[in-house]
T-cell receptor, first 114, second 115 residues
Framework: GNSVTQMEGPVTLSEEAFLTINCTYT??????LFWYVQYPGEGLQLLLK?????DKGSNKGFEATYRKETTSFHLEKGSVQVSDSAVYFC?????????????FGKGMKLTVNP | NAGVTQTPKFRILKIGQSMTLQCTQD?????MYWYRQDPGMGLKLIYY???????DKGEVPNGYNVSRSTTEDFPLRLELAAPSQTSVYFC??????????????FGPGTRLTVL
């Protein structure tokens, strides 16, 4: 079945450091790809998405490009802030049974220190 | 819009007790989902619904039941709580593909402990 593998943490960075979180997927067809973020004590929020190959999603300084040839959707940010401390989940859409469900990676906890 | 709301926020159950986790959304979304999140793991789908009166099993449905009598509400029922059901439960909703949606919107979660 469809699956997502993402870099596991936890990861600690200093403010203004560069961030990359790797995400690769296995899927039949052409799923949409997502990055969700979970701030402490909260539910998940959509950070960005891409619906087809070569699409770039971006939001709040984060970017990710849908790479079909490498089945990847790596998340990057050039300069992280303390407020970026959160758990980041890579996910793909799976329409098995008409559910349009999300299949998640295990998540990566990021801590950014001042 | 309140979005997706869940109650309660926290609950401790004894083994064998039952309870219902409530989920309501005010965005007129047809699709609704229940996920559980175990420590260090991603979210696993328990049940989903594509509209009022229609529900179906996800990856980990054992020990749970759902109903969908209205578009807004999608309660999750635990009949005989077991320690393996200790988890954080998230409800989510989205527009159907025909309505142009792709993003799922999540509630704040219910943290359940079974002792």
């Amino acid at each position: 079945g469809n699956s997502v593998t993402q870099m596991e943490g936890p990861v600690t960075l200093s403010e203004e450091a560069f961030l990359t979180i790797n995400c690769t997927y296995t899927a039949t067809g052409y799923p949409s790809l997502f990055w969700y973020v979970q701030y402490p004590g909260e539910g998940l929020q959509l950070l960005l998405k891409a619906t087809k190959a070569d699409d770039k999603g971006s939001n709040k300084g984060f970017e990710a490009t849908y790479r079909k040839e490498t089945t990847s959707f790596h998340l990057e940010k050039g300069s992280v802030q303390v407020s970026d401390s959160a758990v980041y989940f890579c996910a793909l859409s799976d329409n098995k049974g008409g559910s349009e469900k999300l299949v998640f990676g295990k998540g990566m906890k990021l801590t950014v220190n001042p | 819009n309140a979005g997706v709301t869940q109650t309660p926020k926290f609950r401790i159950l004894k083994i064998g007790q039952s309870m219902t986790l409530q989920c309501t959304q005010d965005m007129n979304h047809n699709y609704m989902y229940w996920y559980r999140q175990d420590p260090g793991m991603g979210l696993k789908l328990i049940y989903y619904s594509v509209g009022a009166g229609i529900t179906d099993k996800g990856e980990v449905p054992n020990g749970y039941n759902v109903s969908r009598s209205t578009t807004e509400d999608f309660p999750l029922r635990l009949e005989l709580a077991a320690p393996s059901q200790t988890s954080v439960y998230f409800c989510a909703s989205r527009l159907s593909p025909g309505q142009g949606g792709s993003e799922q919107f999540f509630g704040p979660g219910t943290r359940l402990t079974v002792l």
